[in-house]
């Protein structure tokens, strides 16, 4: 799974910014450009997985300080990730065995604030682009015959679970969604209703972020965990802990010192 476009709207230093990302990214720039408030949008997802929206705010600092200082509250935070999901899962409608595969994922939703600190929710919607297949079970193996492409869309409208079904074939899609309530204040990726995503809520939880501070970086603790703090204030002590594997240590140093060997064997007699 890959995050593979980000936009976002009246957060922080950002009016508006769109990104599409690789599986392995450098941000440069001068002071003040914005770097760091590009990496706190991350953070502000992980918090929303893990705490949720509200207190996911209230941990930037609030609506004053989520937002843009120049917009404030005069227009709408809002946010879309487009990422590749690459799941499977099967559904039984009428005797049918239908395979329906996610191929990538956009999920978007914007926040109105006021001036006293409160939000809604303006828009919250998943939707997924999708294949279908049907698999046709014998004695000895499974086929799988293409149905078509088709999408899936999840929204959150006023605290109300609507979903649409845009599919290659009429009758393939059990009625299992009906329309339920949603907690005020609350996303669809806070929910059950998530279950489509379970990748994306572990993966977005998963986020680490690490801003090492030098000074702190350069004085060893002397107790410290062995999981690298966001700091890094534990570095030393987890280096020298990767470092107390004499094999990689002997393979690095071969690495550095015998850069044209193909092939090094070792003997025990």
Not at 18 to 44: D, H, Y
Not at 121 to 147: G, M, P, R, V, Y
Not at 208 to 216: G, T
């Amino acid at each position: 799974m890959a995050i593979k476009k980000i936009r976002i709207s009246n957060f922080k230093s950002f009016k508006d910014v769109e990104t599409e990302l690789s599986k392995f990214n450098v941000l440069i720039g001068l002071n003040e450009s914005g770097k760091s408030n590009f990496i706190e949008i991350f953070r502000f997802l992980r918090d929303i997985a893990m705490y949720g929206l509200s207190n996911a705010i209230f941990m930037q600092g609030g609506v004053k300080y989520l937002s843009n200082v120049k917009i404030g509250s005069s227009r709408d935070f809002s946010l879309r990730i487009v990422y590749d999901q690459e799941s499977m899962f099967q559904i039984t409608k009428e005797k049918r065995t239908i395979m329906i595969r996610i191929d990538e994922a956009i999920y978007e939703f914007a926040v109105t604030f006021d001036r006293e600190d409160e939000f809604e929710i303006s828009k919250d919607k998943l939707t997924l682009q999708c294949e279908f297949f049907e698999i046709a079970k014998s004695k000895k193996k499974e086929k799988l015959t293409e149905i078509g492409t088709g999408e899936i869309t999840l929204s959150n409208v006023k605290g109300k679970l609507k979903y649409n079904l845009n599919l290659p074939e009429d009758n393939i899609f059990p009625t299992f969604l009906t329309e339920m309530d949603i907690p005020s204040k609350t996303l669809l990726m806070e929910t059950s209703f998530f279950f489509f995503m379970p990748l994306f809520e572990k993966f977005i939880k998963n986020i680490s972020i690490y801003d090492f501070k030098s000074h702190l970086v350069r004085e060893e603790a002397v107790e410290a965990k062995m999981e690298l703090e966001e700091d890094g204030s534990n570095l030393p002590i987890v280096l020298r802990t990767i470092m107390k594997d004499k094999e990689k240590e002997i393979l690095e140093f071969n690495k550095k010192s015998f850069a044209f060997c193909r092939r090094i064997d070792v003997k025990k007699k």
